[in-house]
């Protein structure tokens, strides 16, 4: 390539500028300027010159070639690209996209309707899984606290225990410098209170040390935490008992109030109502030192009926602790449990931290139903599905939308639009409809957080006005917003304009098959989530309608909760049976249908060898079979006839004689007391308990005058009356205490509330899956109908059927959900399958479920295709050719 000459310059008496300067501009220049600069820096030159001379031109002619040449030029602009994210660009952003979502109306609902539910219950199952969490985790020293758990074991016989013996805790603050401070809390279910004239019983009260209020932190509205608990007759009232015993909150201190028979306490403290993520439930604290009240034995090692808590010096002492737990048992407990180191019994101690108790606390004996891990885990996933499920649907329209926005895109970039230019309007979209469909999910959440608190037991609350929540909600809104409209973006924004514009564009085979990928996800959980509802209310149903061994129809337990009320029972059994609406009555001091249970070790004699069988025992009369309606399997029940039942004869179930390992009674004896009696009779297995529980051994032995609650069988026929005469007899017998009662079956039926409670929650959340999935299928059906609007009139034209073309449109949307019928059945087996684990008796896992959830995965499907498909295939194949 040859040099370009340097041109002389027009004005002859000038001499010309330096010739490299000229040869670089012509080899580094722009090659479509280079002659329009070389021009206009000739007239500089020559206005240089006359200026300044010669010399100075020439110079200024070099530094100017130098400066615009392209390696160090600046490029300038008559009107400047404004930066990416100024406030100029974002309004331009929010103006286009809201143009676009009022432009696209069927789109925008569709959007904003399944992002709006999805976020709804994504914040409800978050609210719900954050609370459980947080369960006593706002104690001041909440890392430090620590319960004592104790697991035991021998022969066959095992316990796990949230409970242990009052003396722990004082020799354990004696012997170990780790632990700072102990507690002891043993809780009572059901209490008399009496102030005046109100009489009411408190459902839940626990006995505490005065260490109470130091481990734990409650708002006291009357009366001082450091001496509260300090006098043994006093009490600490909740503000919902003060309120049901005095009318008020304030001006009780002093208040003299009777406990159980006539037990006077004094009011020393009125605290607020315990909050709801707290373990611990109660309405009144009485002093756990005050042995006539709580009936617990300080000294008894061998009686496991307290909670005991520990403070530890620092959290990270807890392993180091629980090492010298082994040489502790034999220096405290082992003679106790009569335990000679020979390896009969197995005793472990460890200490769980007191965060933990709520959710990791359902394997111990003695424990109220609580929270479950295993449920924080299944719906912190169902709601990161549900949320999965309405972003898929925005992805999947988005995507299916690219080809009517593809000529918009063409002449953006045509006219001079840079990509992240257009990647900000199109995650500005996607921001804007989260946004609004978050505005939506909080006017749903209104409505629905009563519902949902009603369904959980729980006081949930959203509170908007809280900076931290706004703040919270906000960034929810923002990252659900990018992660919705980041792939739809690059994907849009990627488009080449020649293309486009020249009518070549066509939607990518990659876009389609993400799309039909996305519609298997959704279907795929939706269809898990369907199995699993199904699965859930077979069981629930299997539950409430299994034989359980005994009738539990018409039959009222009325506790006698109080010594006084226990005396009268004999003359209550007498007088109601002698009324023709009482069918039968009995005493007995077992709970029949609640979790609650009384184990203790029986030895049993047989061929020279004894066993010792941990087993639940409670005492009867002679009426308890009857009224049950409980069979015999061999020998008799006891007999009025008989004195010496009282103290020479048991009945056992057959889940006893299986443990023994007999074929019948007469094998061999059981000792009771300090005798070795033979077993009376053997009746057949009855559920004491929900099916949550297997039937385990039974003893039963006979106490015909005691007794804490009472059964009473009444006719079907007129149980108002009925009612009516057992609370007119009660009242008469205890003219002090309140009457209360229930159903036989409410207890069992409550015993599976928690279960129903989940089961709804997940038939709602599987409900609001497969909604949002049917959202995203009729959008997607809606525009692939518009696209193939010329296609569906040309048929028409050739003679094709309704019918055909409906089929036509549907069998492919009809084919991903085949597909998601395949993926998700394996999947739904193997998570019920676990569930089902939790229940002692349970369904099988037969074919026919799935294949259901199948056809109604698909029946959906289809009325949601249909309703495009029809509609296309009626319409007008002149309207859809006319543009041809």
């Known amino acids: 390539m040859k040099p370009a000459k340097t041109p002389d310059h027009p004005n002859r008496n000038i001499g010309p500028p330096p010739r490299w300067a000229t040869i670089l501009l012509n080899w580094l220049g722009d090659p479509n300027t280079v002659e329009e600069v070389q021009g206009d820096l000739l007239e500089l030159y020559a206005y240089w010159v006359k200026t300044g001379g010669e010399r100075k031109a020439r110079w200024r002619y070099a530094l100017s070639v130098l400066k615009l040449l392209r390696p160090l030029s600046k490029r300038k602009e008559l009107y400047s690209t404004p930066f990416l994210l100024s406030p100029a660009m974002l309004r331009n952003y929010l103006k286009i996209a809201s143009r676009n979502l009022v432009k696209s109306k069927v789109y925008s609902a569709l959007t904003l309707l399944g992002l709006a539910a999805g976020m709804t219950c994504a914040i409800l199952l978050g609210l719900y899984v954050y609370d459980e969490l947080t369960y006593d985790h706002y104690h001041k020293h909440a890392e430090r606290i620590f319960r004592v758990n104790q697991y035991i074991k021998w022969s066959d016989n095992e316990y796990k225990l949230g409970i242990t013996s009052a003396p722990m805790g004082p020799a354990l603050q004696q012997e170990y410098p780790e632990v700072n401070s102990i507690l002891r809390v043993k809780k009572s279910n059901e209490t008399l209170f009496r102030a005046g004239e109100k009489v009411l019983y408190a459902k839940h009260v626990i006995y505490a040390d005065s260490t109470l209020f130091t481990f734990f932190d409650y708002e006291f509205v009357e009366g001082n935490h450091q001496t509260a608990l300090l006098n043994r007759n006093s009490v600490v009232l909740t503000q919902k008992l003060a309120v049901n015993l005095f009318g008020r909150t304030d001006g009780l201190l002093g208040k003299v109030i009777q406990v159980k028979d006539n037990l006077p306490v004094m009011v020393a403290g009125v605290i607020r109502d315990v909050p709801t993520n707290h373990h611990l439930k109660f309405e009144a604290i009485l002093p756990y030192a005050n042995e006539a009240i709580s009936g617990i034995n300080p000294g008894k090692w061998d009686s496991f009926n307290s909670m005991v808590y520990v403070l530890l010096n620092r959290a990270d002492e807890q392993r180091k602790l629980e090492a010298k737990m082994p040489a502790f048992y034999k220096k405290y407990i082992a003679r106790a449990l009569e335990d000679d180191g020979g390896n009969k019994v197995k005793f472990d101690i460890t200490f769980q931290p007191v965060t933990d108790i709520h959710l990791r606390s359902t394997h111990l004996m003695g424990e109220e139903n609580g929270g479950n891990m295993a449920y924080v885990y299944t719906f912190s996933a169902i709601g990161l599905f549900i949320l999965l499920i309405a972003v898929v649907n925005y992805i999947n329209l988005a995507t299916a939308r690219s080809a009517g926005r593809a000529k918009e895109i063409g002449i953006r970039k045509a006219i001079g639009s840079l990509r992240l230019q257009l990647l900000g309007q199109f995650l500005a979209e996607s921001i804007l409809s989260s946004f609004l469909a978050l ?446």
């Open 439 to 884: 505005f939506f999910s909080l006017l749903l959440l209104c409505m629905l957080l009563p519902l949902f608190n009603k369904l959980t037991d729980k006081s949930l609350t959203l509170a908007l006005w809280n900076g931290q929540t706004g703040f919270q909600l906000t960034g929810f809104a923002l990252v659900i917003g990018l992660i919705s409209g980041l792939y739809p973006a690059f994907i849009l924004s990627r488009f080449k304009p020649a293309v486009v514009l020249k009518g070549n564009f066509t939607a990518s085979g990659k876009g389609a098959l993400l799309r039909q990928s996305l519609v298997v996800v959704q279907f795929t959980i939706s269809m898990v989530m369907m199995v699993g509802t199904i699965i859930v209310y077979r069981q629930l149903q299997f539950m409430r309608h299994t034989q359980l061994g005994l009738n539990q129809e018409q039959v009222l337990t009325i506790p006698l909760k109080v010594p006084s009320a226990q005396k009268s029972g004999m003359v209550l059994k007498s007088k109601l049976l002698q009324n023709s609406l009482i069918k039968g009555a009995s005493l007995t001091n077992g709970t029949v249908g609640s979790e609650m249970n009384n184990k203790s070790a029986f030895t049993f004699y047989a061929g020279g060898t004894e066993q010792s069988v941990s087993t639940e025992h409670f005492s009867i009369d002679h009426d308890f079979l009857s009224v049950l309606q409980i069979k015999l399997k061999e020998g008799r029940n006891f007999s009025p006839d008989l004195a010496s039942d009282s103290t020479g004869a048991v009945l056992v179930n057959e889940a006893m004689l299986k443990r023994l390992g007999w074929k019948n009674r007469t094998a061999g004896l059981v000792e009771l007391g300090s005798r070795k009696i033979p077993i009376a009779g053997v009746i057949r297995d009855f559920h004491l308990h929900s099916l949550h529980n297997k039937i385990e051994p039974l003893v039963l032995v006979l106490h015909p005058d005691r007794g804490d609650n009472l059964l009473v069988r009444v006719m079907p026929q007129n149980i108002p009356a009925a009612l009516a005469y057992v609370r007119a007899v009660y009242e008469e017998a205890n003219p002090n205490q309140p009457f209360e009662y229930t159903f036989l079956d409410q207890t069992f039926a409550e015993q599976y509330r928690s279960d129903e409670q989940k089961g709804g929650l997940f038939l709602g959340f599987s409900g609001m899956a497969i909604f949002i999935a049917c959202l995203g299928l009729f959008g997607l059906a809606t525009f692939t109908a518009e696209q193939r609007t010329k296609e569906i009139g040309v048929r028409k034209v050739l003679g094709a059927s309704v019918a055909s073309i409906v089929a036509l449109l549907s069998k492919d949307f009809l084919k991903l959900v085949g597909i998601s019928i395949l993926i998700a059945s394996p999947m739904a087996w193997y998570g019920m399958n676990r569930w089902l684990q939790n229940f002692a008796y349970k369904i099988d896992l037969e074919w026919w479920v799935f294949a259901l959830a199948g056809l109604v995965a698909i029946g959906i499907a289809l009325l949601t295709v249909s309703f495009q498909s029809i509609k296309a295939a009626l319409m007008n194949p002149v309207k859809s050719l006319r543009s041809e």
